[in-house]
């Protein structure tokens, strides 16, 4: 069983920053595949980033160049910094964790709101 848990959503207006956290417990983080989600209202989920246990990153289009994935293994961590935010980043973004980047793993947290501002 992992548990993960995200922080760092927010409101920021459009061409602002932030950073997303999750931190994960309950298995060996460094060998687990991790990744972002978000969701718009209306909308499906849609992949953001993955990064495997050694660091390797992997970016889906809708917002690639814009974010950036990262780990802590020491401190079970997952990163995602965002950049130049526009209004349809307005999303639930949600944290993944699991052994392949190009799937979704078991694993979710519950999801923390980005709104951006026009």
């Known amino acids: 069983q992992v548990q993960l848990v995200e922080s760092g959503g927010g409101l920021v207006q459009a061409g602002g920053s932030l950073r997303l956290s999750c931190a994960a417990s309950?298995?060996?983080?460094?060998?687990?595949?991790m990744g972002w989600y978000r969701q718009a209202p209306g909308k499906q989920r849609e992949w953001v980033a993955a990064?495997?246990?050694?660091?390797?990153?992997y970016y889906g289009d809708a917002m690639k160049g814009r974010v950036t994935i990262s780990r802590d293994n020491a401190k079970n961590t997952v990163y995602l910094q965002m950049n130049s935010l526009k209004p349809e980043d307005t999303a639930v973004y949600y944290c993944?964790?699991?052994?392949?980047?190009?799937?979704?793993?078991?694993?979710w947290g519950q999801g923390t709101q980005v709104t951006v501002s026009s």
């Open positions: 993944n964790a699991g052994s392949l980047w190009w799937k979704q793993g078991n694993y």
């Open positions: 309950g298995s060996d983080f460094s060998r687990n595949v």
């Open positions: 990064i495997t246990g050694g660091g390797s990153t």
